[in-house]
């Protein structure tokens, strides 16, 4: 149980197009799900925390114009990157709170998308 | 804002060695969780303390919070080549929902 998938995987896209990148709680429902941003041998940095129904949180130095997130329902997450440029290029792994579970319980993680901007 | 650091920031050891991480908090938490993330991959939850002073083990780790729930600690006990990858501290803070990470251990284990 608790799985969380992502896609796409990986994509490649020229500079200027926009991404979505979908996050879906396969076999639970998440009330929160979190987006996280990775490059390469670094730390997780959290994006923005997204709740089902409701506007994201963006963490400081995140623009909202640029990284849209809809939380459309309860297993369903999405991130567009809009005019992606080269410097958007990275990991990106979302994950998922379970609605049983209490604030300080752990995520489940997706297995990330890898974004190449050219 | 609240930062997690985390040392060594790679150790690389004979299989059979043992392995400590340790991660510190600017700040207090209401508790700490542990990932790992194997290369290539996503962070797998492995474990939450919550109580101040708390020790728990599976099987070869053992993880501690500190007393005064700023610091934990991670060791493996002879190591295996399994046990490749960074491992990831994560805390929460007061009431927030959201982990903050630490910087990472990356673990190399050769035979």
């Known amino acids: 149980g608790a799985v969380v998938s992502q896609h796409p995987s990986r994509v490649i896209c020229k500079s200027g197009t926009s991404v979505k990148i979908e996050c879906r709680s396969l076999?639970?429902?998440?009330?929160?799900m979190f987006w996280y941003r990775q490059f390469p041998k670094k730390s997780l940095m959290l994006m923005a925390t997204?709740?089902?129904?409701?506007?994201?949180?963006?963490e400081q130095g995140v623009e909202k114009d640029k990284f849209l997130i809809n939380h459309a329902s309860l297993t369903l997450s999405t991130l567009t990157v809009t005019s992606a440029h080269p410097e958007d290029s990275s990991f990106y792994i979302c994950?998922?709170?379970?609605?049983?579970?209490?604030?300080?319980?752990?995520?489940?993680f997706g297995p990330g998308t890898r974004l190449t901007v050219l | 804002g609240q930062q997690v650091m985390q040392i060594p920031q790679y150790q690389h050891v004979q299989e059979g060695e043992d392995f400590t991480t340790y991660c510190n908090s600017s700040t207090t938490l209401s508790n700490i969780q542990w990932y790992k993330q194997r290369p290539g991959g996503h962070p797998v939850f492995l474990i939450q303390l919550v109580k101040s002073g708390e020790v728990k083990k599976q099987k070869r780790l053992t993880f501690q919070f500190g007393e005064a729930k700023k610091n934990s600690s991670l060791h493996i006990t002879a190591t295996q080549t399994t046990d490749v990858g960074t491992y990831f501290c994560a805390g929460l803070a007061g009431t927030a929902s959201k982990l903050t990470f630490g910087t990472g251990t990356r673990l190399q284990v050769t035979l």
């Open positions: 994950s998922a709170r379970a609605r049983w579970a209490g604030p300080y319980n752990e995520q489940f």
């Open positions: 076999d639970f429902q998440a009330t929160t």
């Open positions: 997204s709740n089902e129904g409701s506007k994201a949180t963006y």
